[in-house]
């Protein structure tokens, strides 16, 4: 059976109906022969079929009707109708509000889905809440042009060989007073064919078989027997067949017999009937399904291979699709957009259907793959401002209208990069009033061996360019690593407190949001010299850091750095990675090839850091954590390039 997708026909007025029939006249030739109603005359094209028998096959065959349910819970499932224009979203969350739109179209779809034509009578101008009423299809008939033009919906109610003897009249409607739902139609004809009436023989066989094991059983329960009096070769009075049969009726429901030798009772029975009659009905119900475009899945049979099974949902899913496309189109056309023209001042908006919205897991799923996305992956400023959106719009916040549409996250990502360059060119200008001051606790040369004590409080209270303990060398001065600093510090992944999967959030790294929060903390800091007690307490106070943990064999967590620690200890390690990678791109850049290590000594200086002092390591294998500071967390050494 061919399915086609309708036009439908727009509420009008008397200019465009007459320049709509002009172009009509002039485009199409082709004309439609509708087989009419002769009484009474007038009425329009008649039935395709008798839609009083699909009634009776619903109400009769459970099976029948439970599935055309089915299909049409399917079509309506949940859905909401989007406009651009604010008012007219206003006005039709209104009208679908007031008219309790999703349930009253259910008998208008499923009417569609079982008799091939659902008829909605529209009366859009009340002010009361009964807009919208579903006529029953039995009683409504189409009139058309040869041209196929709908004139009018014609409302019968009796039987049309009695026109004459009831004395009842047909009932007009104008074509923007029904909309007229077709599902299963031929091209050209008026009306659908639905579902029913195409698979009525199979509907009816699977009845008849299931009738016929009904009663099966029950003979089967009842035990019908066969009773043989007397032996081979003896004549048994007919008197005496009916005494025992009567008797009989009196002992069918005792389980104790006592006869004698002459009597043989055995039960009445036709091998494999039953399993003949079960297959029967089996196979009529996966005939009904594929003939109703339902997954056997769906009627409750899961014998097909799960290839085919999949085959067969997407099939499913394509045809309600279909029904749901002429669906939106039907009510779009005949019922929401006169509904916004009716309006003063006149609206007129292009209307979207969002159908099958998601259920609360299918939420929860989405939310959870937004967050990964956000926290995890480098994505571009616009991809991060959709997906803040979408977040806000899933949750149902009511903040998507504050947030930065993705065009305003690019242009603020530009402004912030233009903003960034323009301080590293101030940077550079400014060199002459940047002074680089003494390092507490550096070593004045490679060989000094004595360790200067400096307490925690000194190192916190240090300005940021003395803690890094950076070294001019000749023909150099900290403007020029602070541009590289700056540099390194838009491109560092920071490897070591990144978090990459979810396991690594549970062991307390850190997701991609407060990575870009730490960046933004260190440039701060780095740009107008902080201490480093100011940078720590801004990473505290900014970034929401968890204990350091690591997951041993048997699913317990060993705490390894507590939160509490954690601020200080990334405000000095990272600050010195930075540093030394600055100081690193600044010597590659002007040719200095090899570089001495500066161990800052003090009393808790480690075996590794006081190894490595004084070593000198060639500028171009020099990477962060290999022949270059920090050796470790919390590490305090540095570089100083060897210049010729």
Known sequence: MKEEIVSCYLAVSSEEHANRNRIIAETFKGEVEDKKVLFPKGLGAAHPFD?????????????????????????????????????????????????????????????????????????????????????????????????????????????????SLSGKKPIPFKPNQIAHLTINKTPNDP???????????????????????????????????????????????????????????????????????????????????????????????????????????????????????????????????????????????????????????????????????????????????????????????????????????????????????????????????????????????????????????????????????LTESDKSNMKLREYVNLKEIAGFNYSDYLVKILQNLRTEKFEDLLAITEKDLVEGLLPKQDINKLRIVLKDGFRKNKTISQIEKEIKNSIPLKDRVQIQEDGSKKVTLSASKRPINITRTETVRLANLGLKDMYKENDVTSYRWLTALDERTCPICEGLNGQVFLTKDGTSGVNMPPAHSMCRCSIIGLVE
């Open 191 to 453: 009306y659908g064919l639905g579902l029913v009436w195409c698979n009525r023989v199979t509907i009816e066989n699977y009845a008849s078989s299931e009738n016929d094991r009904v009663k099966l059983i029950s003979k089967k329960a009842g035990a019908p027997y066969h009773v043989k009096l007397g032996v081979p070769g003896q004549k048994i009075r007919k008197g005496d067949m009916n005494d025992f049969k009567s008797n009989l009726q009196f002992t069918r429901n005792s389980t104790e017999w006592v006869t004698d030798g002459n009597v043989d009772i055995t039960n009445l029975s036709i091998p494999g009937v039953g399993d003949n009659l079960t297959k029967a009905a089996e196979h009529d119900l996966e005939q009904l399904a594929l003939g109703m475009k339902i997954p056997m899945s769906l009627v409750g049979v899961s014998n097909n291979p799960e290839g085919l099974a999949k085959i067969n949902d997407k099939g499913f899913l394509r045809f309600i699709d279909s029904v749901r496309l002429n669906v939106g189109g039907v009510l779009e056309n005949q019922v929401f957009r006169p509904f916004l023209r009716g309006q003063s001042p006149k609206l007129d908006e292009k209307i979207e259907f969002v159908w099958e919205l998601p259920g609360e897991e299918e939420k929860i799923a989405r939310l959870s793959a937004i967050k990964d996305a956000l926290g995890l992956f480098d994505i571009s400023p616009e991809l991060r401002a959709a997906l803040e959106i979408e977040y806000a719009d899933v949750m149902e916040l009511d903040v998507v209208d504050k947030l930065p549409t993705p065009e305003e996250a690019r242009k603020k990502a530009d402004a912030e990069e233009a903003e960034l360059k323009k301080q590293e060119d101030q940077a550079r200008k400014d060199e002459e009033n940047i002074k680089q001051p003494e390092v507490p606790g550096a070593k004045k040369t490679a060989n000094q061996s004595n360790k200067i004590r």
């Open 51 to 163: 839609f009083t028998e699909v009634d009776k096959i619903l109400n009769n065959i459970g099976i029948a009707n439970a599935l055309v349910d089915k299909i049409t819970d399917a079509i309506i499932g949940d859905f909401i109708v989007k406009v651009d224009n604010e008012n007219s979203q206003a006005l039709l969350d209104s009208l679908i509000d007031e008219t309790n739109l999703k349930a009253r179209i259910r008998p208008w779809v499923k009417e569609g889905v079982s008799k091939g034509n659902g008829f909605m009578e529209l009366d859009l101008d009340k002010k009361n809440t009964e807009k919208l009423r579903v006529m029953n299809a039995n009683n409504m008939y189409v009139k058309r042009t040869k041209k196929g033009k709908v004139l009018e919906y014609n409302q019968y109610k009796g039987k049309l060989k009695l026109f």
